[in-house]
């Protein structure tokens, strides 16, 4: 049986590997749309999907306060549904085939159930009060 490595650092989370990942397929995607999307969809998206990374990091340093974690988690699913929005516009444009669209929807809803049990826990995760 494998030993599990133990999680000191955000970095080893699966769930920003899987959301790091998911925000880099966006950024080389979204190079190729329509210039008139620059300012819209395209910084939209990059900025949600972005933000679920940046979120977990957040959520991670707050381990400390469990109340404060869970919310910081809220607002990663809350970033990862937001992209999930972004993506329908992106295919309902055209910009996007129907399974790039359908692997990028299901890698978010993954992600969001990862963040999901993550919440329900959070004792696990936090070592404060």
Known sequence: MEKRKSITHFRDL??????????????????????????????Q????????????????????YPAVFKNKLTDTMQEASETQCWLEFC???AYLE?????????????IIGMLSAMEKMTHKFCYGK
Do not use: G
Not at 20 to 43: C, G, H, N, Q, Y
Not at 45 to 64: D, G, Q, T, Y
């Open 45 to 64: 998206i990059r900025r949600s999907s972005r933000s679920v990374c940046a979120n977990l990091a957040e959520a991670w340093r707050k381990r400390r």
């Open 91 to 93: 295919s309902a444009c």
């Open 14 to 43: 699966d769930v920003y590997h899987k959301s790091f990942s998911s925000a880099m397929k966006i950024f080389e995607i979204t190079k190729k749309f329509p210039s008139e999307e620059r300012f819209s969809l395209v910084d």
């Open 98 to 110: 129907s399974s790039i669209y359908q692997e990028l929807d299901a890698e978010y809803e993954n």
